[in-house]
Nanobody
Framework: QLQLVESGGDLVQPGGSLRLSCAAS????????IGWFRQAPGKEREGVSC????????IYADSVSGRFAPSRDDAKNTVYLQMDSLKPEDTAVYYC?????????????????WGQGTQVTVSS
């Protein structure tokens, strides 16, 4: 069974940090681009960032530029999203998604496999 599983979501105070993980089972991530998306209540799913198969990263959401950074460890078949200086507006369910190719794309419909999401809540 092909599966992506996110973890690391939590309740954190403003200014805090979290590192989300996205682990794959049943298939390998090493030649795939992996995107991170988020969806807040009542809002559309938003592209946050992406890391290509070669390790190049792109930040799609201007609001997280300089604070969020994706990375990957292909030996562990896992991708990460480091989130620093968290703000209440970062509160959302965060999803990772994998493409069949190594290049990134902003649109969620370009991704073939999705995780179930992990909740990030930023609140004092």
């Amino acid at each position: 069974q092909l599966q992506l599983v996110e973890s690391g979501g939590d309740l954190v105070q403003p200014g805090g940090s979290l590192r989300l993980s996205c682990a794959a089972s049943g298939f390998t991530l090493d030649y795939r681009a992996i995107g991170w998306f988020r969806q807040a209540p009542g809002k559309e799913r938003e592209g946050v960032s992406c890391i290509s198969s070669s390790g190049g990263s792109i930040i799609y959401a201007d609001s997280v530029s300089g604070r969020f950074a994706p990375s990957r460890d292909d030996a562990k078949n896992t991708v990460y999203l480091q989130m620093d200086s968290l703000k209440p507006e970062d509160t959302a369910v965060y999803y990772c998604a994998a493409r069949e190719v190594g290049s990134c794309h902003r649109g969620p419909y370009e991704y073939d496999y999705w995780g179930q999401g992990t909740q990030v809540t930023v609140s004092s």
